[in-house]
């Protein structure tokens, strides 16, 4: 079953806009995460947030996480063409060792040059 | 690169068939998870091997099975293949802050 939903299913903007994707979630989590799939390939993992922190910045990527609410939010900067792709948050509920996650459905992000 | 590798990249199969996924994992990490992506969807979990045992398993019926091995590589078995269960099939390894690293995929169609 899918725990988080993303919003929007898909994103179209132009190069140099920010991109704003978010994800809700039904249950308590450990961490939540952010993945990115170009093409139906693997996915790369971008960020992973705690669920005792609020907000965290790696290079071009800002992620914020409020537990009260139950959402996540994935800002991207100054986008380029190269960011085209599937953006997936997934959730870990297990605080012991390996991290099963829940993935929710997508935002499909197109930069257009 | 993420160093999790898997074979083949791409599989036939007809329905009522068996097949075996085969997935490499980063080297050092012991947890290895699959996880099962029909098109147009997020992956689902399908279960999860850490030191050679099975250590947690989604909603898949018991024709899903694995293996992991004592260099920690580890085979997703399916048997009596089904139409539905064409998809890409993700194998990952967990890292020490419980990031998961994905391998390319095995994309199977079930004919």
């Known amino acids: 079953s899918q725990q988080g939903e993303e919003d929007p299913q898909a994103l179209s903007i132009q190069e140099g806009e920010n991109a704003t994707m978010n994800c809700s979630y039904k249950?308590?989590?450990?961490?939540l995460q952010w993945y990115r799939q170009n093409s139906g390939r693997g996915l790369v993992h971008l960020i992973l947030?705690?669920?005792?922190?609020r907000e965290k910045h790696s290079g071009r990527l800002r992620v914020t996480l409020d537990t009260s609410k139950k959402s996540s939010s994935l800002l991207i900067t100054a986008s380029r063409a190269a960011d085209t792709a599937s953006y997936f948050c997934?959730?870990?509920?297990?605080?012991?060792?390996?991290?099963?996650?829940?993935f929710g459905e997508g935002t499909q992000l197109t930069v257009n040059p | 690169e993420t160093g999790v590798t898997q074979s083949p990249t791409h599989l036939i199969k007809t329905r009522g068939q068996q097949v075996t996924l085969r997935c490499s994992s980063q080297?050092?990490?012991?947890?290895v998870s699959w996880y099962q992506q029909a098109l147009g969807q997020g992956p689902q979990f399908i279960f999860q091997?850490?030191?050679?045992?099975?250590?947690g398993r989604g909603n898949f019926p018991p024709r899903f099975s694995g293996l992991q091995f004592p260099n920690y590589s580890s085979e997703l078995n399916v048997n009596a293949l089904e139409l539905d269960d064409s998809a890409l099939y993700l194998c990952?390894?967990?890292?020490?802050?419980?990031?998961?690293?994905f391998g390319p995929g095995t994309r199977l169609t079930v004919t």
């Open positions: 080297s050092g990490h012991n947890t």
């Open positions: 947030i705690r669920s005792n922190e």
């Open positions: 990952a390894s967990t890292g020490g802050r419980n990031e998961q690293y």
């Open positions: 091997y850490y030191r050679e045992e099975e250590n």
């Open positions: 249950t308590s989590i450990n961490n």
């Open positions: 997934a959730t870990d509920e297990d605080e012991t060792s390996g991290s099963r996650l829940t």
